[in-house]
């Protein structure tokens, strides 16, 4: 059981290049979340998708763009990377039903706009 | 809206003292309470959780109890070890909502 796989793990892009972070599940999960990391900023939202079919902003969404492909995949794109998007991304899932259900996270993408 | 708390760290122990990480929250109804930990390099995972007040959760020797009278989930061990230090992170979930709260996350350093 793979649980929430991320590719790639580790990302080099030029600023104003374009690139695609992909996201998969195995567990059946209807939610999805695209998070970023940065020191002293803890976990900050960028998109969700409550269930297939749906994605609503987060609380950083500017530069980004996602897709809910299918119910297993969640993919988190750029456009135009700047240096500011330099981060560590997380992909999580979680059945929807229920506020007992934990998240399950992948484990990340390392991402370097230079 | 929602918020969670955390202690801001690092919070820097030797090995086998007593730690407390303190977490409090707000929330609309009755959420239920997490703690995750994330280790050096990879992403978050569970330690424990608790669904309504008073519930204890507990996992590899961590506990946390569920306090409604003082909106309160603190993180408890009593013998820290060195494969402890990571960053733990206290979150809350509220029925009705699909978008789990997030504290900032607090450093800890275990040293020999």
């Known amino acids: 059981n793979a649980g929430v796989t991320q590719t790639p793990k580790f990302q080099v892009l030029k600023t104003g290049q374009s690139m695609t972070l992909q996201c998969a599940q195995d567990?059946?999960?209807?939610?999805m979340y695209w998070y970023r990391q940065d020191p002293g900023m803890g976990l900050r939202l960028i998109y969700y998708s409550a269930s297939e079919g749906t994605t609503d902003k987060g609380e950083v969404p500017n530069g980004y763009n996602v897709s809910r492909l299918n119910k297993r995949e969640f993919s988190l794109r750029l456009e135009s990377a700047a240096p500011s998007q330099t981060s560590v991304y997380f992909c999580a899932s979680r059945p929807s039903t229920g506020s007992n259900t934990e998240a399950f996270f992948g484990q990340g993408t390392r991402l370097t706009v230079v | 809206g929602n918020s969670v708390t955390q202690m801001e760290g690092p919070v820097t122990l030797s090995e086998e003292a007593f730690l407390t990480i303190n977490c409090t929250y707000t929330?609309?109804?009755?959420?239920?309470l997490f703690w995750y930990v994330q280790y050096p390099g990879e992403g978050l995972q569970l330690l424990l959780k608790a669904t309504k007040a008073d519930d204890k959760g507990s996992n590899k020797g961590f506990e946390a109890t569920y306090r409604k009278e003082t909106t309160s989930f603190h993180l408890e061990k009593g013998s820290v070890q060195v494969s402890d230090s990571a960053v733990y992170f206290c979150a809350l979930m509220s029925g009705g909502s699909y978008i789990p709260t997030f504290g900032r996350g607090t450093s800890l350093i275990v040293h020999p």
């Open positions: 567990m059946n999960h209807n939610s």
């Open positions: 929330a609309t109804g009755y959420p239920s």
